[in-house]
Nanobody, 124 residues
């Protein structure tokens, strides 16, 4: 079983950058495909980025493509989400999640392990 802890959220102005981190314990993240999700008030949780176990495959939602980059550092057992050119519509709670398998799912129901989330707020 893996435990996930997100960090790096905060309040930024539009156009700024943030880097979220998802640190794992209890298991090595190399066993898992990883996803970053976000949920804004009144909206469904959506996958914004995902990365395969080996890091060779990635997924980005259209709304963040070209602005967000997901990466993983096996030595640090951590997954990152670099967010550039932030927009007010990026405001949400951001969660990382782990999926044990070779597939790269984007539906929240596919992920078994979740962090507690970190708030990202972007002002205009």
């Amino acid at each position: 079983q893996v435990q996930l802890v997100e960090s790096g959220g905060g309040l930024e102005q539009a156009g700024a950058s943030l880097r979220l981190s998802c640190a794992a314990s209890g298991s090595t993240l190399s066993n898992y495909a990883m996803g970053w999700f976000r949920q804004a008030p009144g909206k469904e949780r959506e996958c914004v980025a995902a990365i395969s176990r080996g890091g060779g495959n990635t997924y980005y939602a259209d709304s963040v493509k070209g602005r967000y980059t997901i990466s993983r550092d096996s030595a640090k057992n951590t997954v990152y989400l670099q967010m550039n050119s932030l927009k007010p519509e990026d405001t949400a709670i951001y969660y990382c999640a782990a999926y044990m398998g070779d597939y790269l799912p984007t539906r929240p129901v596919s992920y078994r392990y979740w962090g507690q989330g970190t708030q990202v707020t972007v002002s205009s």
